[in-house]
């Protein structure tokens, strides 16, 4: 039972343009969510967060929007760069602590 | 900066081995967590615990328990090795309660091969 799911496990997007990453949930209960990038032989490090009271949070070249009817979150990157070819995770928050993950998506950034 | 320490990056052992994986933070945070990470199927939390002497289950505990005598410290225990467990192992730290206050610092993970 996947509660939060990546349906693009890549993603192939030309350097400049925009990159758009996908993360739709099922557990209404979730109050937050974050993005996490991993690089290769590294640990997931913390991208950007948003608060289901929220439907947009933006950080310099990164927005996530937030859905909450139709339970869909998204990753906006712009413009991309190649050091942001890694695997991005979405996550939600379950009550205080408790993070689940989707399966992540590997974004390849082209020159 | 937030330094989250694997004592191994690569480990291969045997089945029906004890396995023991370490992980030291050294920002004085309450929670810890351990992950697998598998492909398809990302990370899955198998155990956290908010502070000394303190665990709570995640969603996928069985075969695995855990040790935390330290605060800084936080141990992963395969009781017997099994082949399904190879996977990457990683540990995670947190300085608040909520969340939401400060997100999860992972260390750099462990690849665990079980023969």
């Known amino acids: 039972d996947q509660q939060v799911k990546q349906n693009s496990p890549s993603l192939s997007v030309q350097e400049g343009r925009i990159s758009i990453l996908n993360c739709d949930y099922t557990n209404s209960m979730f109050d937050y969510f974050l993005w996490y990038k991993k690089y290769p032989a590294e640990g997931p490090t913390f991208l950007i967060s948003i608060s289901s009271i929220k439907d947009k949070n933006e950080d310099g070249r990164f927005t996530v929007f937030l859905n909450k009817s139709a339970k869909h979150l998204s990753l906006h990157i712009v413009p991309s760069q190649p050091g942001d070819s890694a695997v991005y995770f979405c996550?939600?928050?379950?009550?205080?602590?408790?993070?689940?993950f989707g399966q992540g998506t590997r974004l390849t950034i082209n020159p | 900066d937030v330094k989250v320490t694997q004592s191994s990056r690569y480990l291969v052992k045997r089945t029906g081995e004890k396995v023991f994986l370490e992980c030291v933070q050294d920002?004085?945070?309450?929670?810890m967590f351990w992950y697998r990470q598998d492909p398809g199927l990302g990370l899955r939390l198998i155990y956290f615990?908010?502070?000394?002497?303190?665990?709570e289950k995640g969603d996928i505990p069985e075969g695995y328990s855990v040790s935390r005598e330290k605060k800084e410290r936080f141990s992963l225990i395969l009781e017997s090795a099994s082949t399904n467990q190879t996977s990457m192992y990683l540990c995670?730290?947190?300085?608040?309660?909520?969340?939401?206050?400060?997100?999860?610092?992972f260390g750099d993970g462990t690849r665990l091969s079980i023969l």
């Open positions: 995670a730290s947190s300085f608040a309660r909520v969340l939401r206050v400060q997100p999860q610092h």
């Open positions: 996550a939600g928050l379950q009550g205080a602590q408790k993070l689940v």
């Open positions: 615990s908010y502070d000394v002497k303190m665990k």
């Open positions: 920002m004085d945070h309450e929670n």
